[in-house]
């Protein structure tokens, strides 16, 4: 089992930053892959950003290309999401997910993701 834990979540104002952690506890030894998704309500859930387990490959939307940047830091078992320039449309619940049968790249179907956080509520004002 694995458990998945975001945090940085919270209030801003438009063009302000804010830095999502999503930590990893558990068969933290398997290689895994993780995305960042959100969802806004009313809307469907969106495919942030991803990242492979060495950390060499990513994915942007792009509505997030040049803003956000996610990163990993395996020794802690931990990732990333750095959000920069935030926008309105930015906010949404962010949660972060694992794929444990990816040892290489990444994949932007959130279905095959097999563990999931409880995510972490972001809001940007105006």
């Known amino acids: 089992q694995v458990q998945l834990v975001e945090s940085g979540g919270g209030l801003v104002q438009a063009g302000g930053s804010l830095r999502l952690s999503c930590a990893a506890s558990?068969?933290?030894?398997?290689?895994?892959?993780i995305g960042w998704f959100r969802q806004a309500p009313g809307k469907e859930r969106e495919t942030v950003a991803a990242?492979?387990?060495?950390?060499?490959?990513?994915y942007y939307a792009d509505s997030v290309k040049g803003r956000f940047t996610i990163s990993r830091d395996n020794a802690k078992n931990t990732v990333y999401l750095q959000m920069n320039s935030l926008k309105l449309e930015d906010t949404a619940v962010y949660y972060c997910?694992?794929?444990?049968?990816?040892?290489?790249?990444?994949?932007?179907?959130?279905?095959?993701?097999?563990?999931w956080g409880q995510g972490t509520q972001v809001t940007v004002s105006s």
């Open positions: 997910a694992a794929d444990f049968g990816r040892t290489v790249g990444w994949t932007t179907f959130s279905y095959e993701y097999d563990y």
């Open positions: 990242i492979s387990w060495s950390g060499g490959s990513t």
């Open positions: 558990g068969r933290t030894f398997s290689r895994y892959a």
